[in-house]
Nanobody, 117 residues
Framework: QVQLVESGGGLVQAGGSLRLSCIASGSIFSFNTMAWYRQAPGKQRDLVASITSGSTRTNYADSVKGRFTISRNNAKLTVYLQMNSLKPEDTAVYYC??????????WGQGTQVTVSS
């Protein structure tokens, strides 16, 4: 069964922090580079961060470098996104999936992050 369940979003003031979690099914998670994406209203879904299966390499969008940290727990099939120093422009629905996931692939419901100024 394919599964992606994101959680941890919410409303936070600028400068605050949130930690997102995503539980994935083994078919999606195992041995794959995982990633977080986000989609703001009226905009396309963009890659935020990715992490290789052994956590040996991470990659971040320029807009979040130094503020966000991606990590994973392979035993729990879970990927995390620690978000610090949040800005209003970080407001979006956040999704996790394999790296290079395509629009027609399976996606979870996402988790809403709203940052107030």
């Amino acid at each position: 069964q394919v599964q992606l369940v994101e959680s941890g979003g919410g409303l936070v003031q600028a400068g605050g922090s949130l930690r997102l979690s995503c539980i994935a099914s083994g078919s999606i998670f195992s041995f794959n580079t995982m990633a977080w994406y986000r989609q703001a209203p009226g905009k396309q879904r963009d890659l935020v961060a990715s992490i290789t299966s052994g956590s040996t390499r991470t990659n971040y969008a320029d807009s979040v470098k130094g503020r966000f940290t991606i990590s994973r727990n392979n035993a729990k099939l879970t990927v995390y996104l620690q978000m610090n120093s949040l800005k209003p422009e970080d407001t979006a629905v956040y999704y996790c999936n394999q790296d290079r996931a395509r629009p027609w692939d399976y996606w979870g419901q996402g988790t809403q992050v709203t940052v107030s100024s």
